[in-house]
């Protein structure tokens, strides 16, 4: 009888079925956290990669901003370049167009001393742009006449305009010798404006 008691101790009165249970209950808690590690594991490695990839990309923006500043700086530098290049362009135009009518103006000039006649002599001559102004004195109507036609008959003048003319005063000394350089202060002053036959770009 005793024997009987012992060996009913020994047995195991717990069903199988909880014990498979319990057994799947502690596999599913193994799973779900080796699940969740390994979840973890790829958030932080993919955190890690996308952080990883932006540092890359901020790096690149800096290196492309850095760049685009350089380039911008020599856009700066080709544009002042070109400015300078085209105001010692425009130098050398102005240059080359006075080089080139150097020998109108003398030209001019030439044609203006051909102009005068006998009796008549200038007293100031003035040249802007294509305007020539001429002051002086002549003995008589007659003189500052001829002057213009002369004028009108020129290669270099033409369009002779009188804006002023009025009679000097009597010279003192009417029995002074008169040279070619100096007229009798009785007579015309005149005031005449005449335009060159030529256009100066």
């Known amino acids: 009888m005793s024997d ?7 047995i195991n009165l717990l069903p199988w079925r909880e014990e498979y249970k319990e057994f799947q209950r502690k ?7 080796f699940g969740a590690g390994i979840s973890l594991f790829l958030i932080i490695a993919l955190h890690m990669l996308f952080v990883h990839r932006t540092d890359k990309q901020y790096a690149r923006n800096d290196y492309l ?5 350089k380039v911008n700086q020599q856009i700066v530098e080709i544009e002042g370049l070109q400015k300078e290049r085209q105001q010692l362009l425009a130098r050398m135009a102005i ?13 001019i000039f030439d044609g203006i001393a051909k102009t005068v006649p006998d009796g008549l002599y200038y007293t100031n001559v003035n040249r802007v742009k294509s305007k020539i102004n001429i ?7 007659i003189r500052v006449s001829k002057f213009m036609r002369n004028i009108e008959a020129s290669d270099w003048l033409t369009n002779p305009v009188l804006s002023v003319i009025e009679v000097a005063q009597e010279e003192k000394d009417k029995n002074k010798v008169q040279d070619q350089n100096k ?3 009785q007579g015309i002053m ?11 770009e």
């Open 27 to 33: 596999q599913f808690i193994f799973f779900l956290g």
């Open 95 to 107: 240059i080359q167009r006075l080089q080139a009518n150097r020998p109108n103006v003398v030209k």
């Open 190 to 200: 005149f005031n005449l404006e005449a335009k060159q036959t030529f256009n100066e």
């Open 4 to 10: 009987g008691l012992s060996t009913l101790k020994n």
């Open 65 to 69: 901003n850095q760049e685009l500043t």
């Open 183 to 185: 007229i009798a202060e």
């Open 135 to 141: 002051q002086g004195k002549a003995e008589s109507n």
